[in-house]
């Protein structure tokens, strides 16, 4: 991948990036590692790093936006993805990631964008507790949504990007993907406009099946990871 960004016309590597070693699985099941996710964060918290997370499953979010809360206690998480992952639990545990935004909401505002794809279940709870999910079909032209969407943000925003938000076109490579997603010229000019006009403290990009697509599929989320880093840090 090239150094220099087009569009922010920098190196935006300049910024300073270091890259850490893996969180190792924990063993002991979902919980474990959400508390083993949650640790890393709060120490890099504690050296006032931006931390942009990549994993596979979405669960992980859980534990960097437990640390976040710690010190943003206002924070709003903005999730991009085809699914609302709002289950209370799957496939035996709370910690799956068909819960995750289940989770999220019990202790902090959600905002989900792209959604595409739910069960009854969760058409109930939206209901229920009134969320207004930004449905895929009823986003387009993306950029004239994005006020909307940035309106119902609070001022401090983390933001989870489940790759299956994007279309299969250009995203296959994910465990369940979905026809009919956002494309990378829609997502951006969203994800800009909001390190531009929010306080985002900690980005992660998550669900990558890199065996299950072609490379430009693990390009596009390096890319994206690149350029969320220059957004956020424009200022």
Known sequence: MELYDLEADREIHTIGIHTLNFIQPAMEGPSGMVDRVRDAALEMLKEDKFVVMLGGEHSITLGQVQALLTRYPTLTVLQLDAHTDLRDSYLGTKYSHACIMRRLWEICPIVQVGIRSLSQEERDFISIDKLKPFYMHKLRPVENSIKSILSSLGDIVYITIDLDVFDTSQMAAVGTPEPGG????????????????????????????????????????AKLAYKMIGYCFNK
């Open 182 to 221: 956002l494309y990378w010229d829609e997502a951006l000019p969203l994800l800009k406009a909001v390190a531009e006009t929010k306080k985002v403290v900690g980005v992660d990009l998550v669900e990558l099946c890199p065996d299950q697509g072609n490379a430009s599929c693990a390009f596009l989320a």
